[in-house]
Structure formats: C-alpha cells, structure tokens
C-alpha cells in the first residue's frame, strides 16, 4: 500500500539554526499538507500546497516557514530561523485532489529545538 | 465554522464494540463528517466519512442521524490496537483539517 514517507525521523537542531523536513507524498496525489503538533497538543494545520504554490496557511505559517516541492517526488518544509517553540512533531500529508479530505498522513519528524 | 464535541476519554473491552459518539449540532447541508484516529504519536489515520447516509468500510461504521447534528464511529471488535485518540472532524472551508481535542479510547483485555 502507498503511503506518504518522512525524513528524517528526529532532528536536533540549535535555537536560530535553519531546518528541511523532507516528505515524499503518495505519488498520484496533488495536495500536500504540514501539520504540526506541539507535545500534550492538537494537532494543527500549517499550509497546503497545490499545483507548485501555497494554496492556503494558518497563522502560525509566518515568513519563517517555507514550502517547497523541488523535484517531482519530494515536498519540503523550511524554517529559517528556529525557536524553541517550534519543538514539535511535524507531519506530511497529501490527497489525491482538491476537496478531497481523505489526506494520508507520514510518520512524522520529530523536532527538537535546544 | 462548525465544531465538534466529543468526550474526553472511553474504555471499552477487548472484543466488543467500540461507539465513539460526536456532537456537531452546527453542521451545514454540504459539510461531511471525517473520522480520524491518532495512535501514540504517529500520523492522525484517515478512518471514514460520510455525509447523509451511514457508511461502513473495512475499519468502522459511521452512522449520523437525520439531523445530521451528530454522529457515531462504531468499531464492531475492538482490539487491543485500537487503543488510540479519535477525531470527529467537520469540512469547513478550505482544505484544511481541524483537530479538536477528540476522545481517547483505551481498549482493556
């Protein structure tokens, strides 16, 4: 069964320090979300992409998140600059189109800001 | 922007069914209802939607009164790998999904 793929799984970085998180979505599938989950916290929603441009973000996506799909397979999330609030677990997720909420999310990467 | 509630936390045991209820009294005509889980820390697993009618698939039935101002996941044989936190999650605008709190369900032996 296909499913959406995370890398790394943990990564450790220094306050101020820029980070990748790397996911390969589903390979038939045109949207592609980040989501992100703080410890003990809901899970929240930080943007998806659709056809090579933000389709929409929430306010936590401000100008130090950066999405890109660089090649035909992967999709990245950048922080440019990380605080220690951004400690979380990020997660990918992608679906098959537009409307379609039926998203398959990754494993997760687990983000550790010290 | 319709919210949901559900309860906080549930037991149910091994090998019985599993009835996770939902509340969603503001839902609109053409919002869906999504159900998710959440084992441990791993990435929230789409389980089923519906939007009128009951649905059933290989995980869960899912059955939403006329009203449509709520609804129940049902997980006929619970196991012990159910054992997860479920969310009840209505479409709203855009393509995002809202994750509430949703219930913790702790499957005994």
């Known amino acids: 069964e296909p499913e959406v793929t995370q890398t790394p799984s943990h990564q450790v970085t220094q306050m101020g320090q820029e980070v990748i998180l790397r996911c390969v979505p589903i390979s038939n599938h045109l949207y592609f979300y980040w989501y992100r989950q703080i410890l003990g916290q809901k899970v929240e929603f930080l943007v998806s992409?659709?056809?090579?441009?933000?389709?929409?973000k929430s306010e936590i996506f401000d100008d130090q998140f950066s999405v890109e799909r660089p090649d035909g397979s992967n999709f990245t999330l950048k922080i440019r600059s990380t605080k220690l609030e951004d400690s979380a677990m990020y997660f990918c997720?992608?679906?098959?189109?537009?409307?379609?909420?039926?998203?398959?999310f990754g494993p997760g990467t687990r983000l550790t800001v010290t | 922007d319709a919210k949901t509630t559900q309860p906080t936390s549930m037991d149910c045991a091994e090998g019985r069914a599993a009835n996770l209820p939902c509340n969603h009294s503001?839902?609109?005509?053409?919002?869906?209802v999504y159900w998710y889980r959440q084992i441990h820390s791993q990435g929230p697993q789409y389980i089923i939607h519906g939007l009128k009618n009951n649905e059933t698939n290989e995980m869960a039935s899912l059955i939403i009164t006329e009203d449509r101002k709520s609804s129940t996941l049902i997980l006929p044989h619970a196991t012990l790998r159910d054992t997860a936190v479920y969310y009840c999650?209505?479409?709203?605008?855009?393509?995002?999904?809202?994750f509430g709190g949703g219930t913790r369900l702790m499957v005994k032996p």
């Open positions: 992409f659709y056809n090579n441009e933000i389709s929409e």
């Open positions: 997720a992608s679906s098959e189109d537009r409307g379609i909420h039926e998203q398959y």
């Open positions: 999650i209505v479409y709203n605008a855009g393509n995002m999904l809202t």
């Open positions: 503001t839902i609109s005509g053409n919002e869906y």
